[in-house]
């Protein structure tokens, strides 16, 4: 059940404030930071001169939060270029900014696959039925099937199946 609030509108220092908090907590893109300040009531125009305030004193770099985003996607979550170029693009980064975030994770995506524990996730079964699981199972997190099947089939030598 939803509450119908009035929505306050924020005076320009108010959501400077709000702008302000949200950033001390973890670095924002432009356009994440745009929408939170309108749902809490700022105005178009206070918003836009808000973001031209932290894009001034660096506290808003889209560049560097792509790049930081994306080696973060990559190394804690595990996930591929395709996935981490879609997190990217959903938080409103532009696409010369993700194209150049990506550039920076050079790790070989097959190579990944094995410490993110292929054969853990198949535990030496190899019918058709698990082997289609595990590839979804990464396909989702953004790795491409020819690396997936590779390395299933890497693991499947291994194995003398």
């Known amino acids: 059940m939803r509450y119908n609030r009035e929505k306050k509108e924020l005076t320009f220092d108010e959501a400077k404030d709000k702008a302000l908090r949200l950033l001390e907590f973890r670095s924002h893109s432009e356009r994440e930071l745009s929408d939170k300040l309108k749902r809490a009531g700022a105005k178009e125009e206070d918003i836009d001169e808000i973001l031209e305030f932290c894009r001034n004193y660096g506290f808003l770099d889209d560049r560097k939060y792509a790049i930081a985003k994306a080696k973060d996607l990559k190394n804690l979550k595990k996930y591929g270029k395709r996935r981490i170029k879609s997190e990217l ?35 030496g079964d190899f019918e058709k039925k698990n082997i289609d ?27 003398g199946e």
């Open 89 to 123: 693009y959903s938080k409103g980064i532009d696409t010369e900014y993700v194209e150049e975030a990506v550039s920076y994770l050079d790790e070989d995506e097959e190579d990944m696959l094995l410490p993110l524990f292929v054969e853990k996730r198949l535990k």
């Open 133 to 159: 699981k595990c590839i979804r199972y990464f396909m989702y997190r953004g790795y491409g099937f020819s690396d997936i099947k590779n390395c299933i089939d890497n693991i499947k030598e291994e194995y």
